[in-house]
DNA sequence: CTGAAAGCGCTTACAG
DNA sequence: CTGAAAGCGCTTACAG
């Protein structure tokens, strides 16, 4: 391995100078052209561990999401990935299934300087391990001190869902999700849903099937039983169905379908994310569309901001669209 | 930040013999008892980079992918990562969008110990860069010297999907793909697609859209130029249409659709991966699946073994099964 | 503007 | 079995 002493000994000068022009400070024109020109013929490149050891800086980045088979999350870390990679800054994912113990470990991390701040979508409580001087950007959730947090308009998201149910005749629509309960931006979904059906005269109900982040086969089959019930002689209670994730409302959609009721003929449903296989695919449900790229680019810089102690905004909230999969009228 | 000496302090021992608790050497239990205690009390984690620097490992691996939005390639990063974070290792993402010089910048950072290895999939020529004892997977691309390399059964693929058209009686079949022609198993695919055909009596073409690596919407549309071209008077000249992955079975599909063709009616599609939104949704099209699973982990069971120097097979190949998506009768 | 030197937090022969 | 010491490859005051 080439060495930051190896240079500098081919180009005739001290480590310092070597070290001064890797990181861009005052060089006599002559010597950076000579280490320049030895760095280039050894094929030397610096050695970031021992970098970071000493400037207790490492350009690496962690971001925790829950797994990356969600495509919301693939396409997120995707897209910081891209992000990050363009201002010289290396990824390391974290899936944490959800477990506190694997996010707890990452945030260890960004206090010891072996990362350099760290994005996070974390569903448990994780409250007292952050400091509020750490370069910490969450998504969707809020946290004490004074931590950042970027996520889509839910608010917006859940009002739209019940506007297209109030225009497309509705009588009475439900919100289905699970998921923590933590403060966050998510829990405004169900709220400006319902809230906005009411003053549309349209009757809304909530069903929330506890706190479990995943939608597991267990949580699935929990929604499957209570669909079952919500129909009587063939009829579904219900006429819009509005779900806490894409997900949930593919699960919905299969059930409702196996039951022989028709979608979007007796009743419409509208998921949240936005996902699709790729960009070419159709949506596989009506859904609301979260900004994903601009989340993404929106948190790499607020984390960078962050690293670098300039000031930032601590709520972001993006707008969401309405996008149709053919699971509304 | 709590170090080793600090722990030593604590314990009233030498940050040596700390250093070989942290290690797992041998230390008189006594000691070992006293130095944990202190580990404990004041929340002692080791500084990986510090480790790295003197140790040359640390633990941290990374994979290069193309991108994260194709979710086969998510679903291989999701399992890798979990793999190795079961046997405490960290994970770098790098989407090099086949660009050469992203993927070349991480097999540099591999051989400067910057990470402990590499698992990669990689589309462009980067043959002379890798050296022989580095620890690196590759998959589904040949490299020289004796890089290993894991896939699923191209050829196999290639044959089910014959099969499956040849027993409901197609007459006439394409191929159609684009990518890299440089060595691996994917272009087996093709070839015993072909071959299976014809020693099945059924007539069948290959039609290559170029190298370029991913589907970009010029060359989407090159396909779908390419298909308008194949119908003449509303009938389509194939009816069995194998593509290479199946976002070119997506793009198919719609297309024909677009156009009137009945699929599966007139014309049969079969796609490559097996992806689907998470693991509830319907397959899109029918296609021939790649164990993704068994692929991360035998990816990282290699890899480790490379890493401790460990003997392994050069060439692993997975089996794969066809799967049902409503394009196939 | 540059060099010599200390030190970042570890590991690892080497004595004892 | 343990401690003292050297050294991994860098950066950064500090003299000059």
Redesign the interface.
């Given at each position: 391995?080439v060495t930051i002493k190896d240079v500098a000994a081919d180009a005739g000068v001290s480590v310092g100078t070597v070290s001064k022009v890797l990181n861009n400070m005052y060089v006599k024109a002559d010597n950076r052209r000579r280490v320049e020109e030895s760095i280039h013929k050894l094929g030397y490149?610096v050695?970031?561990?021992?970098r970071?050891?000493k400037a207790q800086q490492?350009f690496?980045v962690a971001i925790i999401v829950p797994?990356?088979?969600?495509?919301f999350f693939?396409?997120l870390?995707?897209y910081v990935?891209?992000v990050l990679?363009a201002v010289g800054y290396?990824?390391?994912?974290?899936?944490s299934?959800c477990n506190a113990d694997?996010e707890l470990a990452y945030i260890?991390?960004a206090k010891?300087?072996?990362v350099d701040g760290l994005i996070a979508v974390t569903y448990s409580n994780t409250d007292e391990y952050l400091e509020a001087d750490m370069p910490f950007v969450s998504i969707d959730r809020h946290f004490k001190h004074q931590i950042c947090c970027v996520s889509s308009d839910n608010e917006m998201g859940g009002r739209l869902a019940a506007e297209k149910f109030i225009s497309t005749g509705c009588r009475n629509v439900i919100y289905i999700r699970n998921g923590s309960n933590l403060e966050g931006e998510t829990l405004k979904r169900g709220k400006a849903f319902v809230d906005t059906c009411m003053q549309g005269g349209v009757e809304a109900t909530r069903m929330d099937f506890g706190e479990e982040t995943t939608?597991s086969k267990q949580q699935?089959n929990k929604i499957i039983s209570f669909l079952e019930q919500c129909v009587k002689n063939g009829s579904m209670m219900y006429d819009g169905i509005f779900t806490s994730s894409?997900?949930h409302a593919?699960?919905v959609l299969?059930q409702l379908t196996e039951m022989g009721i028709r979608v979007p003929g007796d009743v419409q449903i509208i998921g949240y994310d936005g996902?699709?296989?790729?960009?070419?695919?159709?949506y596989?449900v009506s859904s609301i569309a979260q900004p994903v790229k601009e989340m993404a680019v929106t948190c790499v810089d607020t984390l960078i901001k962050l690293i670098e102690k300039k000031p930032v905004e601590r709520r972001i909230i993006l707008p969401v669209t309405f996008v149709e999969g053919g699971t509304t009228r």
């Amino acid at each position: 391995m080439v060495t930051i002493k190896d240079v500098a000994a081919d180009a005739g000068v001290s480590v310092g100078t070597v070290s001064k022009v890797l990181n861009n400070m005052y060089v006599k024109a002559d010597n950076r052209r000579r280490v320049e020109e030895s760095i280039h013929k050894l094929g030397y490149q610096v050695n970031t561990y021992a970098r970071g050891l000493k400037a207790q800086q490492t350009f690496t980045v962690a971001i925790i999401v829950p797994d990356l088979i969600n495509p919301f999350f693939a396409l997120l870390v995707n897209y910081v990935e891209q992000v990050l990679a363009a201002v010289g800054y290396k990824l390391l994912v974290c899936n944490s299934h959800c477990n506190a113990d694997r996010e707890l470990a990452y945030i260890n991390m960004a206090k010891q300087n072996k990362v350099d701040g760290l994005i996070a979508v974390t569903y448990s409580n994780t409250d007292e391990y952050l400091e509020a001087d750490m370069p910490f950007v969450s998504i969707d959730r809020h946290f004490k001190h004074q931590i950042c947090c970027v996520s889509s308009d839910n608010e917006m998201g859940g009002r739209l869902a019940a506007e297209k149910f109030i225009s497309t005749g509705c009588r009475n629509v439900i919100y289905i999700r699970n998921g923590s309960n933590l403060e966050g931006e998510t829990l405004k979904r169900g709220k400006a849903f319902v809230d906005t059906c009411m003053q549309g005269g349209v009757e809304a109900t909530r069903m929330d099937f506890g706190e479990e982040t995943t939608l597991s086969k267990q949580q699935m089959n929990k929604i499957i039983s209570f669909l079952e019930q919500c129909v009587k002689n063939g009829s579904m209670m219900y006429d819009g169905i509005f779900t806490s994730s894409d997900v949930h409302a593919i699960v919905v959609l299969k059930q409702l379908t196996e039951m022989g009721i028709r979608v979007p003929g007796d009743v419409q449903i509208i998921g949240y994310d936005g996902m699709r296989i790729l960009n070419v695919g159709d949506y596989p449900v009506s859904s609301i569309a979260q900004p994903v790229k601009e989340m993404a680019v929106t948190c790499v810089d607020t984390l960078i901001k962050l690293i670098e102690k300039k000031p930032v905004e601590r709520r972001i909230i993006l707008p969401v669209t309405f996008v149709e999969g053919g699971t509304t009228r």
